[in-house]
């Protein structure tokens, strides 16, 4: 039984992934299209190699220069004509300053004839950054948010202010030159100010947010970063045209139509999931407890975004924590699962891309010695789910939607 509802939860996780692919996306805005002036393709993010790419291969205006920053390892091959930089993510890294730079020197030299095609996608917060305080400080920043339980909205509320070119000042860089700005959304609601930091759109957030999420989660900042956060961000950027292409709404719906065709019936929990992660998956398995006798196959999904507060300094992501704390409601019960994964392919610092947990988890561990409440409070979700064999490994995907947790019912403990 485990093994045929791990084959179905991998297959719809793994299948909604792919069809999200961002060259579809690109192209399909892209075709046949045409833009004023010499063209320069600036592509940032997880999914910027793929999203360039697409734009190469459909384009049929000559593309003046070009620029891809990516995240180490998602470069598959060179673009004839277009650099690819690989640099850090979560965090910063002077391959990140490198890069970022190139892409300002690059398009300094637009005129206001001229258009800058922004490809931008996830991950784009720490891979394009030329920051206001020393790289240093803002990477100890980065690691305290990321510590911190705060929100990515949060995070980017306070990395706008600390950088050149995020909060729409790598638009203001580019003016008068037009700035057309294609994005893959993996902020829940898509707000453009917000996804990546928003480098190309009017920031919606204002410097008393930005001071009330240091106060939050007690940041340790210097006069110098404190200063920043009172300097407000660009409220209106006339050169700018952006259009969203792919968000986690469109993952859940790619993962509802695979479990239908695997004969499920498919429910959509929510595409706006945004609390802690081990709290989503007590949540699952309470729901998954509820129907495990209901003489049905249903496949319950969530998709968005969750947090983790590190307490522990084990090796996890939010995905694999999650499906670790929907173990412990479903143990025993021979008809369900969980899996959670990220549509990026790497969940937290790991290698996985998240975790699946079925009835017979938490058995499994106690037979290597692990508790699943000392594990979620060492954060080590990564190790106990490798010992049990519960990642997902995809690799890097080339897309970055968010993500997305599937909770399968079959009809009964003797279903197969």
């Known amino acids: 039984m485990y093994q045929a509802l791990r084959c179905d939860a991998e297959k719809i996780a793994r299948g909604a992934i792919a069809a999200v692919s961002p060259e579809a996306a690109v192209r399909r805005v892209l075709t046949g299209k045409t833009f004023s002036g010499r063209l320069y393709l600036v592509s940032v993010g997880k999914a910027g190699w793929k999203m360039a790419r697409a734009a190469v291969s459909c384009l049929e205006q000559p593309i003046e220069r070009g620029i891809v920053v990516t995240k180490y390892g998602h470069v598959e091959h060179p673009i004839p004509g277009i650099p690819c930089y690989e640099a850090g993510h979560p965090v910063p890294d002077e391959n990140t300053f490198r890069a970022t730079q190139a892409v300002l020197d690059m398009t300094a030299q637009a005129s206001p004839e001229d258009t800058v095609l922004f490809l931008l996608s996830g991950g784009g917060s720490a891979l394009f950054e030329k920051p206001l305080v020393e790289g240093t400080e803002l990477q100890a920043i980065t690691n ?25 000042r790598f638009a203001q860089w580019c003016a008068p030159a ?42 340790t900042l210097s006069e110098r970063a404190l200063s920043l956060l009172h300097q407000e961000t660009p409220k209106e950027l006339p050169n700018v045209s952006t259009q969203i292409i792919g968000s986690v709404r469109q993952l859940c719906k790619a993962a509802g139509k695979l479990a239908e065709e695997l004969g499920y019936e498919p429910i959509l929990l929510t595409d706006h999931l945004d609390c802690e992660a081990r709290e989503a998956g007590r949540f699952l398995s309470d729901i998954l407890r509820t129907h495990a006798d209901s003489g049905r196959k249903l496949a319950f ?34 008809n369900v699962c969980v899996i959670s994964v990220g549509s990026d392919g790497t969940d937290g610092p790991t290698d996985a891309a998240g975790g699946y947990v079925d009835g017979d988890t938490v058995r499994a561990l106690a037979e290597q010695g692990l508790r699943v409440a000392d594990v979620l409070a060492q954060n080590d979700a990564y190790h106990a789910l490798k010992a049990v064999n519960g990642l997902i490994l995809t690799g890097p995907t080339g897309t970055n939607v968010n993500d997305v947790a599937v909770a399968l019912v079959d009809f009964s403990p003797n279903a197969r």
């Open 301 to 334: 999904l969530a998709g968005g975004e969750t947090v983790v507060h590190l307490t522990g300094k084990g090796l996890g992501g939010r995905n694999q924590e999650l499906a670790l704390a929907a173990a412990v409601g479903i143990q025993g019960l021979s």
């Open 144 to 168: 305290q948010l990321l510590a911190s339980g705060a929100d990515i909205v949060e995070m980017n509320t306070i990395r706008k202010r600390l950088s050149a070119v995020k909060g729409g």
């Open 178 to 219: 037009h700035v057309e700005v294609i994005v893959l959304s993996d902020i829940l609601g898509d707000p453009p100010d917000m996804i990546a930091s928003g480098p190309a759109a009017p920031d919606s957030s204002t410097c008393t947010d930005a001071l009330d999420i240091v106060k939050k989660y007690d940041l």
